[in-house]
């Protein structure tokens, strides 16, 4: 090939790769991007979903974590209210992945964790339809917007639980954070978020058996990134899970 038309493939890859818009970009990402991951090897949860601990050194490796969870009674729901953790889905947190950015934390983490991403027609932030693979149910939810609550973005550590095992006494600048991080945030199939409420693991876990390990893998993560204490049955149970 010529010089000449060295330079033309080379100025034509340059204006279709200037055609693609960021929403384009980030729907159309790779397979392979969009694979579940084990939270022992997502430690910012900027990856997406939650494959099972399957290996006897990542079990070995989730205990050890889970180990050094310190434990304390749980304290009253008083003066618990959403709102103490700031506007939902705020994108004004400092100190986490996405904040800032100019999309709100829910559609973040829908793009982060959807497969078949589609975007509202010139917003590159706003997800109206996609596929979710529920790490919950392990059933595949083929969602639109008009159906918002069918998926719903859980909290790992509630954050009422938060509430009581401490945040009560914390700034907002830092209950804005856990409650904006996407370490603590999962899109899940809405039913299941709405048994969990504000359970630890002694009282829910997730339906899928071979999920459980993982989830309280990112319950023990959450916890030890923000200071947060867990009750004793809850971490008696997320040592069962992973032995």
């Known amino acids: 090939m010529s010089t000449r038309g060295a330079v033309t493939v080379v ?3 340059a204006v279709m790769f200037s055609l693609v818009s960021p929403a384009d970009s980030r729907a159309r990402a790779a397979p392979e991007s969009r694979a579940r991951v084990a939270p022992l ?3 910012h949860g900027t990856r997406p979903g939650l494959a099972p601990v399957r290996s006897a050194r990542d079990r070995i490796a989730a205990l050890r974590l889970i180990k050094r969870l310190r434990v304390r009674g749980m304290g009253p729901k008083t003066g618990y209210t959403r709102a103490r953790y700031g506007a939902n ?3 004004t ?3 986490v992945p ?3 950015n100019g999309c709100g934390t829910r559609n973040d983490l829908l793009a982060r964790d959807g497969e078949q991403v589609r975007y509202r ?3 590159d932030c706003v997800v109206i339809a996609m596929s979710l693979r529920d790490p919950y149910t392990g059933r ?3 969602w639109r917007k008009q159906r918002a609550d069918q998926v719903q973005v859980d909290h790992v550590v509630p954050l009422s639980y938060e509430w009581r095992m401490g945040a009560s006494r914390w700034p907002m600048a830092k209950r804005m954070r856990i409650a904006n991080d996407p370490l603590n945030l999962i899109p899940v199939y809405g039913d299941a978020n709405q048994a969990k409420g504000g359970s630890g693991p002694a009282s829910w876990l997730p339906p899928l058996r071979r999920i459980r390990c993982a989830y309280v893998v990112r319950f023990a993560q959450v916890s030890l990134k923000y200071g947060l204490p867990v009750t004793r049955a809850d971490k008696a149970v997320m040592l069962a899970q992973c032995r």
């Open 41 to 43: 090897d997502n430690p």
């Open 11 to 13: 100025l034509g890859a």
């Open 121 to 123: 027609r010139g917003s």
């Open 140 to 142: 595949t939810i083929r």
């Open 93 to 95: 947190a400092r100190g």
């Open 89 to 91: 889905w705020a994108d």
């Open 98 to 100: 996405y904040a800032r």
